[in-house]
């Protein structure tokens, strides 16, 4: 029971990567906070949860949405007494196509989806992890932000998820000694709604992309999620955690 009696924010938990780490949180002890735009979805995970004997309570919202990032941490407190720790998963991959071809739209949406979103999230939970005397923050990024390999069509996406990169070693450095720790999560291809689930051709053909000829299952990031929140990475902030079926080692 990695994280009993602690309270942990996920955000994109109506599916793929959050909903798994929902689940698996729960079932390690936690108290989760859920958040997505998908009030339905969102409703049928915290559901599962506790009809499991696990905790959950769960607000639809736009994580654009500054309000709607304070809201979080105040359910969570209001809730549960306590905020621990989060999980901040939301994000978009956005249209894949070379930059020329690119609409703005297209580019300010995914790094507003994927970066200031983030800004907006640790605006609201390190105060709160600080006054409580520490806790472990963990945002999505992606191995395309670490070490792209030049793939094509993904301009925004690197872009934004090599910048969450950054913003989460600054904000690692900024609060090491308040005993709050930031790390980022950096997965490979997984099978998700994002990464063509359903889609047979287009999954045959991201798992031949890696060295171990597969994508990963939304449990097995979960599960490097919950090590980054518990308290056998207490020694790790800052840190970019690879989880990528060796995609990073073949484009290097």
């Given at each position: 029971m990695e994280l009993t009696n602690k309270t942990i924010i996920i955000t994109g938990a109506s599916s793929g990567i959050g909903a798994a780490a929902a689940r698996l949180f729960a079932s390690e002890g936690a108290n989760v906070v859920l958040a997505a735009r998908r009030a339905d979805e969102l409703r049928s995970v915290a559901d599962?949860?506790?009809r499991g004997g696990g905790s959950a309570v769960y607000r639809p919202g736009d994580l654009l949405d500054e309000v709607?990032?304070?809201?979080?941490?105040e359910l969570a407190?209001?809730?549960?007494?306590?905020?621990?720790?989060?999980?901040?998963?939301?994000?978009?991959?956005?249209?894949m196509t070379p930059v020329p071809d690119m609409s703005i739209e297209n580019w300010n949406a995914v790094l507003a989806t994927n970066l200031t979103s983030a800004f907006w999230a640790a605006k609201a939970q390190v105060p709160v992890l600080k006054e409580q005397g520490g806790g472990s923050i963990v945002f999505t990024s992606s191995f395309v932000g670490f070490s792209n390999g030049g793939l094509p069509g993904m301009a925004a996406y690197a872009a934004s998820k090599a910048g969450l990169i950054g913003f989460v070693q600054s904000i690692a450095a900024e609060h090491a000694?308040?005993?709050?720790?930031?790390?980022?999560?950096?997965?490979g291809g997984t099978v998700t709604p994002a990464a063509g689930e359903g889609n047979p051709d287009a999954l045959t053909f991201i798992s031949g992309l890696h060295p171990m000829k597969r994508m990963a299952s939304p449990l097995e990031i979960a599960q490097a999620a919950l090590f980054l929140l518990s308290d056998r990475s207490r020694f790790m902030?800052?840190?970019?955690?690879?989880?990528?079926?060796?995609?990073?080692?073949?484009l290097l």
């Open positions: 599962d949860i506790t709607y990032a304070t809201t979080l941490t407190l209001e809730r549960f007494g306590s905020l621990d720790g989060a999980f901040n998963n939301a994000g978009v991959v956005g249209d000694a308040d005993g709050v720790r930031v790390n980022a999560l950096l997965p902030t800052g840190s970019p955690m690879v989880v990528d079926g060796g995609m990073s080692v073949r």
